[in-house]
């Protein structure tokens, strides 16, 4: 029976598999069942075993994605000293470059991400945003940390964390469909605004805890 259920789970895990490098490369629209079906070699009896739908199948792929990304950007900015807003900041290039290594990596499965599914799911439009808003309140747990460590104030921190990752967002969009800058000329931008805004609402601990005054 384990090795059944195993053999189950490794199939499911090579359509899964399959379906991000389709998606990414041909799109959601343009990807069919029998693509699928040819490029990982089964039947069409084994993937309706496994998935309702291309719907469906997409629908595992984007928010699997999404929970990947999410995993993974946390992971970066975690700093050795849990108080350490330098370090964090210091941090900002390396998240941004993940971000945009994995929207390079998958530019089909990024714009529906992006464009909250592209009219593939009302459900999934909903559970795309929902993850907008996970991206947010992660940003904005950082800003409530410095608050109460007194390095920042005069904000509201998910308000914030809302603004940073709608302005990520839309330099991606632009950067991937419209290509009118580069790569790194988005990701200097967005540090520098990043900065800019934070600058704002710096106090004189947080000043001294970056270094821009003398303690």
């Not at 914030?160 to 988005?186: D, Y």
């Amino acid at each position: 029976m384990e090795r059944r259920q195993k053999r189950r789970a490794d199939i499911r895990e090579e359509i899964i598999e399959a379906a991000k490098e389709l998606f990414s490369k041909k799109g959601y629209h343009n990807t069919q069942v029998t693509d699928l079906i040819r490029f990982v070699g089964m039947s069409a009896n084994t993937f309706y075993a496994h998935f309702k739908d291309k719907k469906d199948l997409f629908e595992e792929v984007a928010t699997r994605s999404l929970d990947d990304l999410r995993i993974t950007l946390k992971k970066m900015r975690k700093t050795k000293a849990s108080d350490d807003i330098r370090e964090r900041l210091e941090k900002m290039r390396e998240t941004y470059s993940t971000l945009f290594d994995f929207m390079e990596k998958n530019p089909q499965q990024m714009l529906l991400i992006i464009r909250g599914g592209f009219g593939v799911d009302e459900k999934l439009d909903n559970d795309i945003w929902r993850y907008y808003s996970y991206f947010a309140s992660d940003l904005a747990e950082d800003f409530k940390k410095w608050k109460r460590l007194g390095f920042v104030d005069g904000f509201d921190p998910i308000i914030l964390g809302h603004i940073v990752q709608g302005m990520t967002i839309q330099i991606a969009h632009s950067c991937l469909v419209e290509k009118k800058f580069s790569r790194k000329k988005a990701i200097e931008t967005l540090i520098q605004v990043n900065k800019a805004i934070l600058s704002m609402y710096l106090t004189e601990k947080g000043k001294k805890q970056l270094g821009l005054i003398e303690q």
